[in-house]
């Protein structure tokens, strides 16, 4: 069977947790990160915080799991989005990890927590999701001290502020006419786990309340506002449950979840991105036009048409999907790049670079678009704007040995590029910046 790369473009980021003794992929989505942003930015709102300044990551990971890292960076575990398909889950999860950041909870720990990226994440949980969630080794040897930055966040969080955070997020959510139930649900299960897997935990051992007293404390809170979500929004979380579990999930499993009897969108996309897997363009082709046909204004659709068509090595096929999906789409940032992408690989590097360049102007903390450019360049032989967008790509992920490196290289090529020149500066003065911290 082929290998997909899930939401390919995607490009996992891997880095190394010594607690769980493997990696932490990122996964990148554009329909999906749009839908939670969407959830989040009301609540970022109503906790006084700046949307735009909270950056959020998708893990692949099936724990049911969240954390906040480095002060303004939340991370969700697609277990936690899959587990149920109440959006009211994620929201009452979001609006925790919002009380942490703005009740200022996050307590740095040293110069290794300056300036944290995607680069240095850390393992860190919601409550005791870890050991909750089935693994109690990591849970453990984060608590002990397997990962001296994972357990600098552990212990700067209390339990008050842990109950702290629990009641910004009832505050929170019922300014927004949502119950909080779907909070007290997901720690309802949290508890079952636990259950399972230690007959005794030592609440002093831990820096966060048992799941138990969570609970506790949430069912005595009031709980103001709908316990079910809108009809739309309900739709579109139940496709990106879909898609997600049609990508991560054992085939077998997800044909039981979605047999062909059931004729709606999320079934259709999951049975064209199983067949995708399987290598049967024409069956996933088949599912999609359906789609289409049904939603042609739906430029997540294109999107996913052109990955498929890309994955399966139809090039320019995926362009014209990618193009349509941008037409679409023009906002999202992840798409234009995904087009950028397969200009590439079709080996069209001026539509490629200009894409990417896009890309970069609205997001310039895109690290994968960054490298793309560099590329791009690189094959165009303009080696001035290849190393520059190198050496951007390694500040954003905050590779210092890298950045000097391409910053060296591009110093001799751009003595007559005063922008260039400016720009290499301002890299340097940032390094010693960090250096400094």
């Known amino acids: 069977m082929m290998r997909v790369l899930f939401f390919i473009f995607l490009l996992c980021f891997a880095v190394s947790v010594q607690a769980q003794e493997k990696s932490i992929a990122l996964i990148r989505d554009a329909e999906s990160e749009a839908l939670i942003r969407e959830i989040a930015r009301p609540i970022f709102l109503q ?15 099936r724990v049911l799991n969240a954390f906040v890292a480095g002060g303004q960076n939340m991370f969700l ?26 009740g200022g909870h996050l307590v740095r720990s040293g110069s290794e927590m300056e300036g944290i990226g995607i680069g240095t994440i850390m393992s860190y949980v919601l409550g005791a999701a870890t050991m909750a969630a089935g693994a109690p080794d990591a849970g453990a040897a984060i608590l002990s001290g397997g990962s001296h930055i994972a357990q600098s966040m552990a212990l700067s969080y209390s339990r008050a502020k842990e109950e702290a955070a629990d009641q910004a997020a009832v505050n929170f959510l019922s300014k927004l006419n949502i119950s909080s139930e779907g909070l007290v649900k997901l720690l309802v299960e949290l508890n079952s786990q636990q259950h399972q897997q230690f007959e005794k935990v030592n609440p002093y051992a831990l820096t966060h309340p048992l799941s138990t007293e969570r609970i506790q404390f949430l069912r005595a809170a009031e709980h103001n506002g709908a316990e079910t979500a809108p009809k739309e929004l309900q739709a579109r979380y139940t496709r990106m449950v879909a898609k997600i579990l049609a990508f991560m999930d054992d085939p077998e499993q997800v ?16 049975r064209a991105i199983l067949a995708h897997r399987g290598g049967d363009l024409a069956t996933a082709m088949q599912n999609m036009d359906l789609l289409i046909k049904a939603a042609p204004q739906d430029g997540y659709l294109y999107e996913l048409k052109g990955q498929i068509y890309f994955e399966q090595g139809k090039i320019k096929d995926a362009i014209i999907a990618y193009q349509k999906a941008v037409d679409l789409l023009p906002k999202e940032s992840l798409i234009r790049m995904g087009l950028g992408i397969a200009y590439l690989a079709d080996g069209d590097t001026k539509q490629a670079i200009e894409a990417l360049e896009k ?19 690189g094959k165009a032989g303009d080696m001035l704007r290849s190393n520059l967008a190198l050496a951007e790509e390694a500040m954003v992920r905050h590779n210092i040995k890298d950045a000097k490196r391409f910053i060296a290289l591009s110093k001799p090529l751009a003595k007559d590029d005063n922008s260039a020149m400016l720009r290499l500066g301002d890299m340097e003065r940032e390094i010693k910046q960090w250096k400094k911290e």
């Open 359 to 377: 890309v970069v102007q609205q997001d310039k903390e895109d690290a994968i678009s960054w490298r793309q450019l560099g590329i791009a360049y």
């Open 47 to 61: 906790a006084g915080l700046v949307p735009e300044n909270i950056h959020m990551y998708l893990i692949n990971s």
């Open 77 to 102: 575990h697609t277990g936690l989005i899959t587990w149920s398909e109440d959006p009211y889950v994620v929201a009452g999860v979001i609006a925790h990890e919002a009380g942490h950041i703005a």
């Open 255 to 270: 044909k039981r979840r979605y047999p062909s009897s059931d004729q709606s969108p999320p079934a259709q996309i999951a």
